[in-house]
């Protein structure tokens, strides 16, 4: 999709259709009336636009309410073919968080009838500085005209695709460019330049999804290393690929014994992105769970809903997308992402409950559950990070179901070693517009993964199941500041949203990208 920014005034712009948001504005109260009154305000200084949208609003048609949509032909005083009013819900709630949703929204909508381009307006009542008052009781970020263009694109973006790819009747119904429209007065190099980084991020998010979304037929542990390799070639960023040989090599017996029931080769693929400037320290490594089918091996999974398990590679496609836009936007921070690819299947040759591992770091594993397998390619793949020089680790993974119970699909698990890494981390999760929740790895869980026999187990049993599973991964970073994402419950989209499809979510590729620039701009406080 292609993108640009306009300052006409939205009344003269020829288009498609003119998409402008309204927001629901509480009506002053001075009679003490506690009725719900709706005050729709268009967000737009135009006088025509107001003009052309008076009538549907007095006819009550036009509330504001968030994702509402009317659409008028023929709009009078206006060029554009159509005007769309969108709503975003109560103003004083409106965030990116929103905005994104409304872009999303408009391109699906628009899209569905045909259409291949269209104007965003960005809403007015965003222009000038932030309101750090009113930012102060908001969950995401509302920042200036700058903020309104990168998620406006952003959300477009993620609207723009559709996952039915193997459809042979698929229609290609698609967005082909998006004009967005922001007020003259606004510095319009920063918002050229946001409006590209938005491309970037949702095009990265757009890519993720694509490898998610291939079956795992079409998407075997080699084909996400080809895929890999190949963006990085694309984006200049160093790939390195490894096979079962290395694998063994590097003693790696935790990750090894995941692929070894497997006729697919596994692949470690480990990308750099080293710009000549940055400095030495701090070095971030962003680790992902890449399992191209997760059938449960010998401790196999019921037959029902198995077919999902084809997105059990969601953190590792995460990691590669959030590469691809990082070597696009060229922070400078030194950062490698690494991918433990692997199917995880029944054979002669697998793995059996009862076995004992050797993980790269040396630690024992006694192996209760075959199914438990995420964190067993992990514990190689963090420690294999940290030995390449990685000060400061990520990790994100379709960890486990007891994550979905405990948070349901609106919010991923989070789980942090380290204060500082944390708090800066979620400040990203604030502007990134992506919801993860802070769960805990407090010590006392640490004996819920207590072996007869060897170091650990790697299964702590029912009770806790997404936290146990994080001691575990606990046990391999060492004192490195550590971040954990268990994304099982928001990595697919189980149903259709009017802003996104159903299928795979992209989740996470935003917010790793804008933690990458939020530490390049400005470092933590202790390496
Ligand atoms: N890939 C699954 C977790 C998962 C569940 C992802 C639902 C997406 C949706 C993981 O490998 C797994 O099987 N975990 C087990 C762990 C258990 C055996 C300790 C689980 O959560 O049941
Ligand atoms: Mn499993
Ligand atoms: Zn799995």
């Not at 009679?31 to 009550?60: F, R, T, W, Y």
């Not at 949703?101 to 009838?113: D, I, Q």
């Not at 104007?119 to 500085?129: D, R």
């Not at 517009?433 to 702590?460: C, F, H, Q, T």
Request: a neutral charge; one cysteine or more; aromatic letters at 6%.
């Amino acid at each position: 999709m292609k993108t640009t920014l306009h300052t006409t005034p939205p009344s003269q712009l020829e288009t498609e259709c003119l998409v402008v948001p309204v927001l629901d504005v509480a009506a002053e109260n001075n009679n003490g009336d506690k009725s719900d009154k709706h005050k729709p305000q268009i967000q737009s200084d135009d006088k025509a636009v107001l003009e052309a949208a008076a009538d549907l609003i007095a006819a009550g048609e036009v509330t504001g309410k968030m994702l509402e949509i009317a659409l008028l032909h023929k709009p009078s005083g206006l060029k554009a073919k159509r005007l769309m009013l969108i709503g975003g819900g109560k103003a004083k709630n409106f965030s990116s968080y929103e905005l994104r949703k409304l872009a999303g929204a408009a391109v699906r909508n628009l899209k569905a009838k045909d259409l291949k381009s269209f104007a965003f307006v960005a809403p007015s009542s965003w222009m000038g500085q932030a309101d750090p008052a009113s930012q102060s009781t908001l969950a995401f970020q509302r920042g200036g005209m700058g903020d309104a263009v990168k998620s406006i694109v952003e959300g477009a973006f993620v609207g723009n695709f559709d996952p039915d790819y193997y459809k042979s009747d698929r229609k290609e119904q698609k967005i082909d460019e998006m004009v967005i429209v922001a007020p003259a007065a606004a510095n319009q190099k920063a918002l050229q330049s946001a409006m590209e980084q938005g491309g970037i991020i949702g095009e990265a998010q757009n890519f993720t999804r694509d490898l998610v979304n291939e079956p795992s037929n079409r998407m075997t542990p080699t084909i996400l290393a080809e895929r890999a390799k190949k963006m990085c070639d694309e984006t200049g960023l160093k790939c390195e690929i490894y096979g079962g040989d290395k694998i063994k090599e590097l003693k790696m017996g935790a990750f090894w014994s995941v692929s070894q029931g497997s006729d697919e080769e596994p692949r470690l693929i480990v990308m750099r992105h080293e710009p000549a400037g940055a400095p030495e320290k701090p070095v971030l490594g962003l680790v992902g769970k890449g399992i191209t089918f997760d059938s449960g091996g010998i401790s196999i999974k019921p037959a029902d809903g198995m077919e999902k398990m084809k997105y059990d590679m969601a953190g590792g496609a995460a990691m590669i997308g959030a590469m691809r836009a990082i070597a696009q936007l060229k922070p400078n921070l030194r950062v490698i992402g690494i991918v433990c690819a692997s199917e995880n299947m029944p054979s002669g040759k697998a793995q059996k409950p009862g076995d004992v591992q050797i993980a790269m770091s040396g630690k024992s594993i006694e192996i209760i559950n075959t199914d438990a397998e995420g964190r067993l390619v992990l514990a190689d793949g963090l420690h294999y990070a940290r030995q390449l020089g990685c000060t400061h680790l990520i990790d994100a993974a379709t960890l486990t179901g007891a994550c979905v119970v405990a948070l349901g699909m609106v919010n991923a698990g989070i789980f942090a070693n380290d204060e500082d890494f944390y708090e800066r981390f979620s400040k990203s999760l604030q502007k990134s517009g992506e919801k993860m929740w802070r769960l805990p790895v407090d010590e006392e869980y640490r004996d819920m993964i207590k072996s007869n026999i060897a170091d650990i187990v790697n299964s702590g049993g029912r009770w806790g199941g997404a936290v146990t599973a994080a001691m575990f991964l606990k046990e391999f970073v060492g004192d490195t500041p550590w971040l954990h994402l268990d994304i099982a419950g928001v990595a697919w989209m189980e149903e259709n949203k009017p802003w996104i499809a159903k299928g795979p979510s992209g989740i996470a590729v935003r917010s790793l990208v804008e933690f990458v620039r939020d530490l390049a701009a400005a470092p933590l406080s202790k390496n």
